[in-house]
């Protein structure tokens, strides 16, 4: 998500709500450009601010999600201990005669 633009929109935003509001209650002029200025600048701080909190979220996000070369990485550690599992597990031929003894429990 782009940021750059969020002061920017906030500041217009509030501007435009306070400029509806002196024509409405009909201001005089000089106290209607104060306002509106002041509004502007205060609301581009906040803007601001939140684009910073915005950037910051969205960097930890990213870090917490792991990359595709990450991903695979892992997948070919997992794939290659599971080969060695299978390998240490493989049964030897045999002549095809595996008698089990069987130990009477009771002597």
């Known amino acids: 998500?782009?940021?750059?633009?969020?002061?920017?929109?906030?500041?217009?935003?509030?501007?435009l709500?306070?400029?509806?509001?002196?024509?409405f209650y009909r201001q005089d002029i000089k106290d209607f450009?104060?306002?509106?200025?002041?509004v502007m600048v205060i609301f581009y701080i906040i803007g601001s601010v939140v684009k910073v909190v915005l950037d910051k979220s969205m960097v930890i996000a990213e870090e917490e999600e792991p990359a595709e070369d990450d991903v695979d990485i892992v997948l070919d550690d997992?794939?290659?201990?599971?080969?060695?599992?299978?390998e240490n597990f493989?049964?030897?031929?045999?002549?095809?005669?595996?008698?089990?003894?069987?130990?009477?429990?009771?002597e």
């Open 17 to 23: 709500i306070r400029a509806i509001a002196g024509v």
């Open 33 to 38: 450009l104060w306002s509106i200025l002041i």
């Open 90 to 106: 493989e049964q030897k031929p045999t002549d095809g005669f595996d008698f089990v003894e069987k130990v009477n429990e009771d």
């Open 78 to 86: 997992a794939i290659d201990a599971e080969d060695k599992e299978q």
């Open 1 to 15: 998500m782009k940021t750059k633009y969020i002061p920017a929109i906030i500041m217009l935003a509030a501007g």
